[in-house]
């Protein structure tokens, strides 16, 4: 196994509550079935927090109003289940930061499984993709962003990132369809 898809933060919680996000469903929904029969890994990453506030950033606004959302992004809520098809040989990760990476077991899970190159999608482009992008790239992963996989909230900042940011940093860009796995 050389590829792994990575999914982020398509949970019913945001799923439910950012109505730009349920634009990369039909889209991943399609793909699942194609890279679990390539052989990619498919990972799908979600963010919770635990409703004590423990890793609860002090001073941080945009934490804060996750974890006053409640259920939408506490841990073990109904919020943070993922929103698309998960089958029994996927990978389910919790993430409490921004980045795939931070503070996760992904790493050791896709080093495990001999995975060197990435395809990432999910919301928001700008935030959860970008920063597993870059440190993916840091990880020494190759690369790849699925355009129809992510969405922003601000539909001007998803194109720079993906018409300007990512091809500058090295990553290939392509539509969920147009991708494919790389085994070795």
Not at 6 to 17: A, E, F, L, R, V
Not at 41 to 46: A, D, E, I, K, S
Not at 158 to 167: G, K, L
Request: charged fraction near 20%; include cysteine.
């Amino acid at each position: 196994m050389s590829t792994a898809l990575i999914i982020g933060d398509i949970q019913q919680g945001i799923t439910s509550n950012y109505p730009f996000t349920r634009r990369v469903v039909p889209p991943l929904t399609e793909l699942l079935p194609r890279a679990r029969a390539a052989g990619a890994l498919v990972v799908f990453v979600h963010f919770a927090l635990r409703p004590n506030g423990a890793d609860l950033p002090p001073g941080n606004a945009l934490f804060r109003t996750f974890h006053e959302a409640g259920d939408a992004f506490h841990e073990g809520s109904s919020g943070t289940e993922i929103a698309l098809p998960v089958a029994d040989e996927d990978v389910v990760v919790t993430k409490r930061r921004g980045s795939a990476f931070a503070g996760t077991d992904l790493d050791i899970v896709l080093r495990a499984k001999g995975v060197g190159t990435l395809a990432i999608a999910g919301v928001a482009t700008s935030a959860m993709v970008a920063a597993t992008c870059y440190d993916a790239a840091d990880r020494d992963y190759r690369v790849t962003v699925l355009r129809d996989g992510c969405a922003d909230g601000d539909t001007a900042m998803h194109d720079f990132f993906m018409d300007a940011v990512f091809p500058s940093r090295g990553f290939e860009v392509v539509t969920c369809a147009d991708w494919h796995a790389e085994q070795s």
